[in-house]
């Protein structure tokens, strides 16, 4: 039920950006009452909207609950409605945003030297590597250390019942069941397959419509580059085919050294089996 919810909205975002143009700018003023933002472009792809001017843009929930007042963020522009909208909203600036280039730099040298056949096993260390969360802050997964976590890969649009979904729904349950067992410091990760849709704010308003506390949840996104060097590390396959993605799932248990303390193949693993292991190491 809660996929369902989320998911008619996320398909009507997809319909309406599809003619937008990409623009930047700094946010000036957060205008919560009419759901928008007031931005000081600083480069566009659309000529009617100049450089240097101030526009008001109709922003999504996800991306209002964020804000970004004061910060240097890229969009897509559409004009639908009477009014201009951004859907797609990415920071580009903001605290930890240069230690992020250079993190990734570093995973795609690394990336690019592995063999096409290895990928990240049990026992194994995951690598550093650093994205945006549901609220629009850079994160490194090194700053997790210290705290064992659960990963998995998914992408909003996904339309699979048993596949992101069910990943998803086990996700938020495993939540609820660390909750109610007081395993206060585990921690949960999904990483994006579809980072040009899915933004923070997009991210944002698919945790809410799972359930997901954000206190101990990170949805993650960045560039393609980045999550490309993610799916070789941790060995997930993944193919474009009419208009959707279609992928291999894996979910895995992180101990608190960031080594791989347990892993499982698919999207439909037991809740049980990952309580028993997540219980050890904490």
């Not at 919560?32 to 472009?41: Q, Y």
């Not at 096409?116 to 700053?143: C, S, T």
């Amino acid at each position: 039920m809660r996929f369902l919810l989320s998911l008619t909205a996320f398909h009507f975002l997809a319909l309406i950006a599809v003619h937008a143009a990409s623009i930047e700018g700094r946010v000036l003023k957060v205008l919560s009452d009419t759901r928008s933002f007031e931005l000081e472009l600083t480069q566009s792809a659309d000529a009617k909207l100049k450089l240097g001017s101030t526009h008001i843009f109709r922003v999504g929930l996800g991306d209002l609950m964020i804000g970004y007042q004061g910060r240097k963020i890229k969009a897509n522009a559409a004009y639908y409605g009477k009014q201009w909208h951004l859907e797609q909203i990415f920071p580009i600036d903001g605290l930890g945003a240069k230690a992020a280039r250079d993190v990734n730099h570093q995973l795609h040298q690394a990336t690019a030297a592995m063999s096409r056949r290895k990928y990240v096993k049990l026992g194994e260390y995951i690598p550093n590597f650093a994205m945006i969360d549901q609220h629009g802050e850079f994160l490194q997964i090194r700053q997790l250390q210290g705290r064992p976590f659960m990963l998995n890969f998914i992408f909003t649009r996904c339309t699979v019942p048993k596949m992101c979904p069910a990943s998803s729904t086990r996700m938020a349950d495993m939540q609820d069941a660390a909750r109610e067992a007081e395993l206060k410091g585990l921690h949960f990760v999904s990483i994006t397959f579809d980072p040009d849709f899915d933004s923070p704010g997009i991210l944002n308003q698919y945790a809410d419509g799972y359930g997901m506390e954000s206190e101990n949840f990170h949805l993650l996104t960045m560039n393609q580059s980045v999550v490309d060097d993610l799916l070789r590390q941790f060995g997930i396959l993944t193919m474009e085919e009419d208009g959707t993605i279609n992928h291999t799932m894996a979910t895995l248990l992180v101990d608190a050294n960031g080594r791989v303390a347990y892993r499982k193949e698919g999207a439909t693993w037991s809740t049980k089996d990952f309580m028993e292991a997540a219980t050890k190491l904490l």
